[in-house]
């Protein structure tokens, strides 16, 4: 399985870690779920006979992802959504057409919501959208479930440090001797001596 991490930042400090499992590409997960009548109006519930409870799988491929379950059940192909890293939700919407009550091509479509954190599932699911059945209306499943093996988020809370940082001493560089600079000449220097000022005795 393929997951997507999270490190939430502040000041300068790691929080915490979200990591979030979305789904991995052509590897199914079953959702065992409540299908209940929501709306139908054209009285088709009979005539479906649709169990009450079965098994979604969800497969996604990246593209043309796919919920699969068996008949009465039209498999949906659509798109499966990227997970919110913060809340953990990801949706699918997809609409396909099938065999219903002896009826073919009939449109149906499929929206669904996953809860990674806690593996819940929830959704709508429409049959004779395109008026394909007796009478022209649809009916409308209400989907409630929870992933078979269900694996939570998991929040890894990343060490802080309470005190201030110590600062890294900056090297500094000590100094060596003076280097002196002799000046030689080739001419011979001549020495001038100002005469020494002679002040006349003191008469006492």
């Known amino acids: 399985?393929?997951?997507?991490?999270?490190?939430?930042?502040?000041?300068?400090?790691?929080?915490?870690?979200?990591?979030?499992m979305p789904e991995a590409q052509g590897q199914g997960t079953t959702y065992p779920v409540r299908m209940n009548v929501f709306s139908?109006?054209?009285f088709h519930a009979q005539d479906?006979?649709?169990p009450p409870n079965i098994t979604l799988k969800l497969s996604a491929f990246g593209i043309n992802d796919i919920v699969?379950?068996?008949?009465?059940?039209?498999?949906?192909?659509g798109d499966l959504g990227p997970v919110d890293p913060f809340t953990g939700v990801q949706a699918f919407a997809g609409e396909s057409s099938g065999t219903v009550t002896g009826i073919p091509g009939v449109d149906v479509e499929l929206t669904l919501v996953i809860n990674h954190?806690?593996?819940?599932?929830?959704?709508f699911y429409r049959m004779g959208?395109?008026?394909?059945?007796?009478?022209?209306?649809?009916?409308?499943?209400r989907i409630k479930g929870k992933e078979a093996t269900a694996t939570p988020v998991t929040v890894t809370p990343?060490?802080?440090?309470?005190?201030?940082?110590?600062?890294?001493?900056?090297?500094?560089?000590?100094?060596?001797?003076?280097?002196?600079?002799?000046l030689s000449t080739s001419w011979?220097?001549?020495r001038t001596s100002s005469p020494r000022s002679r002040c006349p005795p003191t008469s006492r």
């Not at 959208?129 to 499943?141: C, H, K, M, N, V």
């Not at 005190?163 to 003076?178: D, L, M």
Request: proline letters at 14%; hydrophobic letters at 35%.
């Open 1 to 20: 399985m393929r997951y997507l991490g999270l490190t939430i930042v502040l000041a300068g400090l790691a929080l915490f870690t979200l990591t979030v």
């Open 40 to 42: 139908d109006p054209g």
């Open 48 to 50: 479906i006979d649709m």
């Open 68 to 77: 699969e379950a068996p008949p009465p059940f039209v498999d949906v192909v």
């Open 117 to 123: 954190h806690n593996g819940e599932i929830g959704g």
């Open 129 to 141: 959208t395109g008026g394909e059945l007796p009478g022209g209306q649809a009916i409308e499943y």
């Open 158 to 182: 990343s060490p802080t440090s309470t005190s201030a940082a110590t600062p890294t001493p900056t090297p500094t560089a000590t100094p060596g001797p003076r280097s002196r600079t002799l």
């Open 188 to 190: 011979p220097i001549r």
